[in-house]
């Protein structure tokens, strides 16, 4: 068989343009598909993990009336102590939710404070310092690490971001916060001791002390936050707007969603964006990966053209072959092996083009140009999709090369002499 192999070498050596030419339209068909796929799949993760960063899959947002005569629909102690007694919960955290203006030196942001109890604030990853203090008389704030892209100068609306304070370490400042949107409310001055590590929006304290902090700061008798009954009273438990509830696992997440659907309440769950995004994210991969499929079918159609060409150009030769004894299926191995060869370098020299592609064009300038957050990216080859298209280039190449390869198999000796 060494000579099959002598003989393939030999004739792609004499036709080094179309062999080239052959091989860069499998290159170029590679890079298309691989490229293609590989930001889809790039994209798919940068989506997928930062809904994962804003809330586990496995967790549940329930709203409650804060007003109104529904008080069946409040979330208090008892209310939430029932709804823990549902199948598949695990834990149920009261929330409060509050609306405020944040002052930071020039600095304004209109910004979501959340206290939760301590229980759920130890599962947070904490970047920076430190979680909130159970315990001291004002609450400490955990703020999230996107939190200061809401700030901006109210003089020149200049960003924080984009100010040379940016890069100023904010553990152990302090914020101006109004806990009321009206204009001239109190501000209170809160310590930061934490940076979330997770992508957020919002600044977190401890529920209990941030409790027992407003009820110290009533404003004639009312706390902030608490919704009053129909006389302007307020009432006599303390009611959370929401409510994080865990499930054991995802596969209960539809099921108690639908439970507390049914009871009235308002949900919300990442689960549910998350399998919409999973399917949209399917449908374009699919559209990708067949942009990239049209370019390598392309190159396939070279390389069937190149081997149909090369049996008519060898037909004087392959008479010769078969009139020394070459049988039927060493034709067909020689020209099959010539095309898989063809569609072999090919896939590999793409491949390894489209590392270089996606690294340096898509990774590092695409990512420059859009001015995403550095260590973004947009594209990601694994393993398995490179060895796939290997191996799929050889297939593709093979399967080009098998009709001219058959044909040339099955001419007879004396028609090949006389062409």
Known sequence: ??????????????????????????????????????????????????????????????????????????????????LTQMEHVSEIYPRQTMTTIAQYGHYTGYVQLIALPDAYLQQMKVKKGAIPSANGRKPELLIGKNVMDLFFNSNTGAGYTDSSEADKDLVKQSLDIALDMEEGAEKHRMTICGITDTMSYDIYCNLGVMQKYLKQNKVDGVVAGQPLDANGEPYTEWIYDSAIIKVEDTSYVDQVVKKLQDKGYQVENNKELLDSLQRELKIVQLMLGGIGMIALIVAVIGISNTMTT???????????????????????????????????IGGMVGIALSYVLTQFGINYLGVKLLAMPKGTRLAVIPPKLAVGAFFFSVALGLLAGYFPARMASKLKPMDAMQK
Not at 322 to 344: A, N, T
């Open 1 to 82: 068989m060494t000579w099959i192999w002598h003989m393939c070498i030999t004739n792609m050596k004499q036709r080094g343009v179309r062999t080239l030419l052959t091989i860069l339209g499998v290159v170029i068909g590679v890079i298309s598909i691989v490229s293609l796929l590989a930001i889809g799949i790039g994209v798919k993760r940068e989506l997928l993990s930062t809904v994962e960063q804003t809330g586990s899959v496995t967790e549940i947002v329930i709203y409650g009336q804060t007003e109104g005569k529904r008080k069946n629909q409040m979330l208090t102690d008892r209310k939430l102590t029932e």
């Open 310 to 344: 090369s049996v008519y150009d060898r037909i004087t030769e392959i008479g010769i072959l078969k009139v020394l004894g070459c049988d039927m299926d060493e034709l067909l191995y020689l020209f099959l092996l010539e095309s898989g060869i063809l569609g072999g």
